[in-house]
């Protein structure tokens, strides 16, 4: 088990590298560290930009303070060395919980700071801003807001009541409860029960707490689908339509390309390009490239959709789309980041169409190795349109079309894929649920769909252009030029810790004591083998372990795949962050262009925290769903995972669509009494067992769409339990 109080070689996660850094200058109030010297006295196995990352986010929430030559001491107000800092001003961003209270989650602070409800002051759910905090050692921090920095987002979705002159909207959405106060003028053609969209045009702070709307939008509930999609898109702070500007700006634009366009461009339209996509999608944003040269090299192009040539910085597209930051892939529906006349026309690489493109093309030699790289902005011509079936289908013989080129890629695709293993990639690959859906948006079925060597082919192509990108922007000078990185972060130890411990109880044993033997650990819970029902269950919580991945002008490099650099290059249709890294590239492909690392690093932020709400929001659409399926189901038995066991009861993921659904204790046969770790309960009359990881049959007791719940109840009948 990993011992993270010894930090001798090893390699700390940035949280405990951000610690460790304040307890080193701690000890020398008023001195100065270069980064290499703090690096050095640390005796870990970060690097000189990791802890450069680390310092630059303790100087953002005033823990260090940097001199004009590059050097770094404590803050004269977190200095003390017994870690008191009352009243200490804090920037973090809150967190709201069910009572009322919220937690600030501050960079650099170790413990997320609570604060109670009278203290809230009118911030909602991801908001940014300032608190008074009181931090004292052994007990837990607590602090006020005194501040609302920024607002995350302006628009909720209620229902409208008209009350003497005035109006109201109340909001109800999880962890919030909001009273809307709407003007005469600003009604719309809201009536009384109507669905609205309410804009906040004034927060209650201070004294002074009513809240003040303006109805934008009246909602139709006659299709409720189409609504509670709507809802979870709004609520979660996605536009459903654009603006008029935005629309007009995309409809102006032209593909007729100049001539003197083309010239900048290297021409590849003989070379035969082709993509491999889902059957339904319509934004074709990447295509890949065979050239067998006459040396027996082979060039294997990946090629991009060049949104910045279409959408400029500042432009009404450009603001939108840095606003959204990303599409939204909900179950029967995409909120796009950029309007169709972009994302399906002239951007998607369609085939039997000029179309312009941003470029990674790799020269493989013998045996498959990189010989070669070389990027720039391109004019290709899809000669193909491939699904992943049809490629799968070619890939296994079935389909005689392209077969030479598809299994050569392929194949440098499956040495690319070891590779890559072989050097600290982390396998937590899964099977997707899928659901088929009736004209209405109703769920009729549920499927798994598996991945195959056509969906890999592409990931690996994919995931090399993202390392080689950022490879070549963090090796260009010896100077920094600001890029934006796709950063991941070694796993949290606390939690990696319990895992053991669980795993341990289940007679598997897992070594956490360096960086390697985790990495190792990890990939041996996606290994099929004796106990993989146990790894299976082991498998997801492995998954929590992980920190979120995150978009930075700091690389810390992407620890999940054991990449030195990694970036995101390759979706520029529905992710903001490849819209910025096209943009630094091309500025610094023939010279040396640095853009403001501190205005990078503000939008790193946003467009992360933007992701992670798409994330929330594709998450909700599929739980809806998921319960939505079992609501015409009720009394259906089927077969259950027992997933996690709680003092209440026992969760339990349907197997067929992985929904979750609960059990409680007090309504089994018998009362039982729980394990001291939480990993099984023993009947005690019958001495029946349920442990983490066992199959139970289940019947489907009950459904709450409203608080998108599944009861369940066992199948005495038909139960599958060990005995003890």
Not at 353 to 373: A, M, P, Y
Not at 392 to 417: F, P, Y
């Amino acid at each position: 088990m990993s011992n993270y109080k010894n930090k001798d070689s090893k390699k700390l996660p940035q949280r405990f590298l951000q610690n460790a850094i304040l307890k080193l200058l701690r000890k020398k109030p008023g001195k100065v560290f270069s980064t290499g010297n703090i690096t050095s006295k640390l005796k870990t196995k970060n690097s000189k930009d990791s802890v450069k990352s680390a310092l630059i986010t303790l100087e953002k929430a005033k823990k260090v303070i940097s001199s004009k030559d590059g050097k770094y001491a404590i803050h004269p107000n977190y200095a003390s060395s017994d870690r008191r800092s009352k009243g200490t001003v804090l920037q973090g961003r809150a967190d709201l919980t069910s009572s009322g209270g919220a937690y600030i989650i501050v960079d650099g602070q170790e413990r997320d700071i609570y604060v109670p409800p009278k203290f809230v002051n009118g911030a909602l759910a991801g908001d940014t801003v300032e608190i008074v905090a009181n931090v004292q050692k052994g007990r837990r921090p607590e602090g006020k807001i005194t501040k609302i920095l920024k607002r995350k987002r302006v628009n909720f979705i209620g229902t409208f009541q008209s009350f003497n002159k005035y109006g109201y909207v109340n909001v109800e959405a999880q962890r919030m409860s909001l009273e809307i106060k709407i003007m005469p003028n600003h009604f719309g053609e809201a009536n009384d029960d109507d669905a609205v969209v309410v804009e906040i045009i004034e927060f209650g702070t201070g004294s002074k707490k009513e809240i003040i709307g303006k109805v934008l939008e009246v909602l139709n509930t006659d299709d409720r689908n189409d609504f509670e999609m709507n809802s979870i898109l709004i609520n979660n702070g996605f536009e459903i339509i654009f603006p008029p500007e935005v629309l007009e700006e995309s409809e102006a634009l032209s593909d007729d390309y100049p001539e003197e366009e083309i010239a900048k461009r290297k021409d590849l339209r003989d070379t035969l390009t082709f993509t491999i996509d889902p059957h339904n999608a319509k934004d074709f944003d990447d295509a890949i490239s065979y050239e067998k040269l006459e040396n027996g090299d082979v060039n294997i192009g990946v090629h991009i959709a060049d949104v910045t040539h279409f959408v400029r910085p500042g432009s009404a597209l450009d603001k939108d789309a840095y606003s959204r930051s990303t599409s939204v892939y909900l179950v029967d529906r995409v909120c796009p980041m950029l309007p169709e006349r972009i994302s399906n026309e002239l951007c998607s690489l369609r085939p039997n169409e000029d179309k312009l493109s941003f470029s990674v093309i790799f020269t493989f030699g013998e045996n498959h190795q990189l010989k070669d790289t070389w990027m720039g902005k391109t004019i290709i011509h899809s000669d193909r349109r491939f699904t992943y079936e049809e490629a799968q289908e070619v890939l296994d013989g079935e389909r005689k079309e392209l077969v030479d080129e598809l299994i050569h890629i392929n194949t440098i695709a499956k040495s690319l894929n070891k590779q890559r293993f072989k050097e600290g990639s982390i396998n937590f690959e899964s099977d997707e649920v899928k659901f088929e859906l009736d004209e209405d948006g109703t769920p009729i079925g549920i499927y798994k769909k598996t991945r195959k060597d056509a969906n890999k082919l592409i990931e690996e192509y994919m995931l090399l252009a993202n390392k080689s990108v950022a490879r070549y922007m963090t090796k260009k000078d010896d100077k920094e030029v600001p890029y934006i990185y796709r950063i991941h972060d070694t796993p949290d130890p606390d939690r990696l810790m319990e895992l053991a411990i669980l795993a341990s109880e289940f007679g598997i044993k897992l070594n956490f004591d360096t960086p390697k033997h985790i990495t190792e650990a990890l990939n041996s819970l996606s290994e099929p083998g004796e106990q993989e029902d146990i790894l299976n269950v082991l498998k997801p919580m492995a998954i929590r372990c992980m920190s979120k991945a995150a978009y930075s002008s700091n690389n810390i490099g992407h620890y999940g795949l054991g990449f030195e650099f990694y970036s995101h290059f390759t979706s520029p249709i529905r992710r903001y962050s490849d819209v910025l890294a096209h943009r630094v590239l091309h500025e610094n492909l023939t010279n040396i262009k640095r853009s403001d690392k501190t205005t990078l690093e503000d939008k790193c932020l946003y467009i992360s925290l933007k992701e992670r709400d798409a994330i929330t929001a594709e998450r909700e659409s599929i739980k809806y769903k998921q319960v939505e399926y079992y609501s015409s189901r009720i009394g259906t038995i089927t077969t259950g995972i027992i997933r996690n066991i709680i003092d209440r009861g026992m969760f339990i993921e349907i197997a067929e669509s992985q929904a979750d659904g609960f059990i409680p204790l007090d309504s089994l046969e018998e009362p039982v009494t729980m394990h001291p770790a939480k990993i099984k309960i023993t009947g005690n009359k019958t001495a029946k067992v349920w442990r983490i990881g066992d199959e139970v049959q289940i019947e489907i007791l009950n459904v709450d769409m409203d608080k998108r719940q599944i009861d369940l109840r066992l199948n005495t009948d038909e139960m599958v339990a060990d005995t003890l």
